[in-house]
């Protein structure tokens, strides 16, 4: 009888849930896309070896990819205000899974444009195209084939790792089942719940991804 409360008071709470959920959905697309322009920028100043610029890029992986995401939201929400620097839970959120996860992308695209053959530079360039021109029209449409893989394997813990977001009090999903499950005393049903809300998500976005890689697949490629 207990159980079947719990699980009752967890259902009641279904639109606060739904609310939160549109948040992280909310969050995290916007948070993918600014990763993917980052790491897309980030990754082509590192691959055309721009003086100045490319140690740049180099420092900004480093320090990205080498401390928690966590520690960035706690910078970004209460370090700033040391600086008069004061940012509201969800722009602070966002700046940090975009900075976070364009490091990590940044690889992604650095790696899968260097995997292009050196003959196709050369074959675009000598049909008079300028650099530009053979890193847009050439290399980077062959290079996203090959990155969507790990990409979105990359864009799926951005979605998980919104989740952190509820740290700087952004009302997200994870925020409003800890809000919910304090406020009424029941735990292992609103987690349960908050798990399998995050997997429904997940599966989503495989779907999505089998889609792109239809759509993208080269006619005659084994892949």
């Known amino acids: 009888m207990l159980v079947s409360r719990e699980w009752g008071i967890v259902f009641d709470s279904f639109p606060v849930l739904l609310q939160g959920t549109f948040v992280t959905v909310y969050l995290s697309v916007l948070a993918m896309v ?12 590192r691959v055309a070896n721009i003086k100045g610029l490319t140690q740049l890029a180099q420092l900004y992986v480093s320090f990205f990819r080498g401390t928690p995401l966590l520690v960035q939201l706690l910078m970004l ?16 959120a966002l700046i940090g899974l975009i900075l976070h996860f364009g490091a990590y992308i940044s690889e992604i695209f650095r790696a899968t444009i260097i995997s292009i053959s050196t003959g196709q530079w050369e074959a675009a360039l000598s049909l008079g195209m300028t650099y530009s021109q053979a890193l847009r029209r050439i290399v980077l449409p062959q290079a996203a084939r090959i990155a969507i893989p790990p990409l979105w394997n990359c864009l799926i813990d951005v979605l998980k790792s ?20 304090s406020a009424q ?27 792109l890689e239809r759509k993208l697949r080269i006619p005659g490629g084994s892949s």
């Open 34 to 45: 600014g990763a993917v322009i980052v790491g897309l920028l980030v990754a082509v100043v």
């Open 77 to 92: 929400y209460f370090g700033l205000t040391s600086f008069n620097i004061i940012l509201d839970p969800f722009p602070a």
């Open 185 to 211: 005393f029941v735990f292992m049903p609103y987690f349960v719940t908050l798990a399998l809300f995050y997997w429904v998500l997940v599966l989503v976005m495989g779907l999505v991804q089998e889609w």
């Open 162 to 181: 919104s989740s952190l977001a509820s740290v700087v009090t952004v009302p997200e999903l994870t925020r409003q089942v800890e809000e919910q499950s």
